[in-house]
């Protein structure tokens, strides 16, 4: 089926290091990609989001990368914490309504 | 301000038999989506209702289908059940087009 995809399927990173979640897309014409993260038993949880217009968005210890020429995508989330473990998910929106894309996930590992 | 409302938590049922889910968005929400999460394919977009008219489709059998009514809840049917079709059943809802989408807890549902 359509995916958006990820190069890593897990992360394990050391609490107070810096994540990166890297993600790839296909469609040029995507004009809007959010970052999710989702943990066990729960619903997919928004975190940032980014706009084709936009390179680089910065929130509360994330910050989300667009690079439109090679179709990349990143979430850095900065001094990482044992509450930061999850899967991480980027989605995109091709300008379809409502409808996302989403990419395999990543899973993050924080160790204390 | 409540949040996406899925209903019920968890459902077990038998091969051949049908399901109706529940979702009631967030107050104002006009759009709702539906998602399978299963372990194998990740999170697939089944469809999205706005305004009580289908709106997108995903790649899915005709087996599975929704509605919306007035008041912007959504209702998901799956016919003929399958042992595949065991999953995390996601939906979301979005204010407008290019929003971030809000999801539920979900639904898990179990055919056995």
């Known amino acids: 089926g359509e995916s958006v995809g990820l190069h890593l399927p897990t992360l394990s990173v050391q609490e107070g290091d810096n994540s990166i979640i890297n993600c790839a897309y296909s469609n040029s014409a995507s004009d809007y990609f959010i970052w999710y993260k989702q943990e066990s038993g729960k619903g997919p949880q928004f975190i940032i989001d980014i706009r084709s217009n936009m390179d680089k968005r910065q929130g509360q210890r994330v910050t989300v990368l667009l690079n439109k020429t090679v179709k990349h995508l990143s979430l850095q989330i900065a001094a990482t914490q044992p509450g930061d473990s999850a899967v991480y998910f980027c989605?995109?929106?091709?300008?379809?309504?409502?409808?996302?894309?989403f990419g395999q996930g990543t899973e993050l590992s924080v160790k204390p | 301000k409540a949040g996406v409302t899925q209903t019920p938590r968890y459902l077990i049922k038998t091969r051949g038999q049908q399901v109706t889910l529940s979702c009631s968005p967030i107050s104002g929400h006009r759009s709702v989506s539906w998602y399978q999460q299963t372990p194998g394919q990740g999170l697939q977009f089944l469809f999205e209702?706005?305004?009580?008219?289908?709106?997108n489709k995903g790649n899915f059998p005709g087996r599975f289908s929704g509605r919306q009514f007035s008041n912007s809840r959504s209702e998901m049917n799956v016919s003929t059940l399958e042992l595949g079709d065991s999953a995390l059943y996601l939906c979301?809802?979005?204010?407008?087009?290019?929003?971030?989408?809000?999801f539920g807890q979900g639904t898990r549902l179990t055919v056995v």
């Open positions: 209702y706005f305004s009580e008219t289908q709106r």
């Open positions: 979301a809802s979005n204010s407008a087009m290019n929003t971030e989408a809000f």
């Open positions: 989605a995109e929106n091709r300008g379809q309504g409502g409808k996302l894309i």
